[in-house]
């Protein structure tokens, strides 16, 4: 029985529809699996992100961490120095008035070092000089905060006064160098006959 032309047209529109309908399914199934690949690649790409900038982090906290530890020491090696050389200060002003009770003045910021440099500077002291020595620091009258550190040390009644301030030490300086300075500003004078 020969097919009319209807019917060949009908068998061909549900061919063309059965195969539109296996290529959008397929074109379905290719765009799921691309979706997936996608996100297992974007997964994988940015777990592998996340672990190098952990480590990157971890590498920079370590380094922080280490330059905390220098700068720490450094500071712990500059504070063992500045009582080192407070000590010296003091132990030079007990030898210079070496009186059995002493007064000492420090800027107020300084009143820690200074403490622990009069603890670590009575024992020297005393076995440099085999005599005792009271030590009291003044909390009433601290030093100026403006100046450069030091300190100034009295007898008991404040009658006598040995200043060891860095403020002291360049004046001192400069009284000394003042017949050399005044030669290099003005030149020799021909008319003295003693230099002080």
């Not at 080192?84 to 008035?97: C, E, M």
């Not at 003044?138 to 200043?163: C, M, R, T």
Request: with cysteine.
């Amino acid at each position: 029985m020969a097919l009319s032309d209807a019917d060949v047209q009908k068998q061909i529109k549900h061919m063309m529809a059965f195969i539109e309908q296996e290529a959008n399914e397929k074109a379905e199934e290719i765009d799921a699996k691309a979706e997936e690949e996608f996100n297992i690649e974007k997964g994988r790409l940015v777990q592998t992100q996340r672990l190098k900038i952990m480590e990157y982090y971890e590498k920079k906290e370590k380094q922080i961490e280490q330059q905390k530890k220098i700068q720490m020491s450094n500071l712990m090696n500059q504070a063992r120095l500045k009582v080192l050389k407070a000590r010296d200060d003091l132990i030079s002003g007990f030898y210079q008035l070496l009186e059995p009770r002493l007064v000492v003045r420090c800027r107020k910021q300084d009143l820690s070092m200074v403490k622990t440099a009069v603890q670590k500077s009575i024992p020297i002291y005393k076995n440099a000089t085999k005599r005792d020595v009271d030590v009291h620091i003044d909390q009433d009258n601290f030093l100026p905060e403006d100046i450069a550190g030091g300190v100034e040390i009295y007898n008991s009644d404040g009658k006598i006064k040995v200043s060891n301030t860095l403020e002291s030490r360049l004046d001192l300086v400069a009284q000394q160098m003042m017949p050399e300075i005044r030669v290099a500003l003005f030149g020799a004078n021909a008319n003295r006959k003693f230099l002080d």
